[in-house]
C-alpha cells in the first residue's frame, strides 16, 4: 500500500466516523408525512418545539456509506501502483482493505434487502408525502385537533 493509498483510507475511515457522529435526521409528524430535519449530532438530536424528537434516517445513513466506500474503493483502485497492476496483483494487500471490502458488500446486501422488502416504496411514499404546500412549524401546530380532555 502506498502513501496515497493510506491517505485515501484514512479519509475513508474518517468520513464513515463523521457521518455516523451527525446522521440525517427525520421527524415522523403523522402517518404518511415524514419532515426532513437536516443533519445533527447523534447524542444531541434536533428538536421542534412541543417536544417532537427526530429520529435517525437509517436508509440515508446506509446510502452514504455506500457511497463513501464506493467512492474510496475506486481512489483506491486507482492509486495503486504500476508495478503491483502490472505484475496481475490482484490480492488485497491489508487486512483493512479486506474489512472495508466486506463492509461495503454487507451495506450493499443490506440496502438491496430493504429495497426488496418494500422499505424503498415505504421511504418514497414518506418523501413524496413531504410535497405538499410549505408551511410552517407553528402553521402545523396550530393545526392539529385540539386535546379536549381538559374540559
Known amino acids: 500500500m502506498n502513501d496515497l493509498q493510506k491517505r485515501i483510507l484514512i479519509g475513508a475511515i474518517v468520513a464513515v466516523v463523521l457521518t455516523m457522529l451527525f446522521p440525517p435526521f427525520h421527524i415522523a409528524l403523522r402517518p404518511g408525512i415524514v419532515t ?17 424528537a427526530g429520529s435517525v434516517t437509517v436508509e440515508l445513513l446506509l446510502l452514504e456509506w455506500l457511497g463513501i466506500l464506493l467512492v474510496a474503493g475506486g481512489l483506491f483502485w486507482l492509486a495503486r501502483d504500476h508495478k503491483q497492476a502490472a505484475a496481475g496483483d490482484s490480492k488485497l494487500p491489508n487486512p483493512i482493505v479486506r474489512w472495508l471490502v466486506t463492509v461495503g458488500c454487507i451495506l450493499v446486501a443490506i440496502v438491496g434487502w430493504m429495497l426488496a422488502n418494500g422499505l424503498g416504496k415505504e421511504l418514497s411514499r ?6 405538499q404546500e410549505p408551511r410552517t ?3 402545523f401546530v396550530r393545526d392539529q385537533p385540539k386535546d379536549r380532555s381538559d374540559k
Open 137 to 139: 412549524w407553528d402553521e
Open 36 to 52: 426532513n430535519m437536516g443533519y445533527g449530532f447523534l447524542f444531541s438530536p434536533p428538536q421542534r418545539s412541543a417536544g417532537y
Open 126 to 131: 414518506s418523501l413524496t408525502a413531504t410535497h
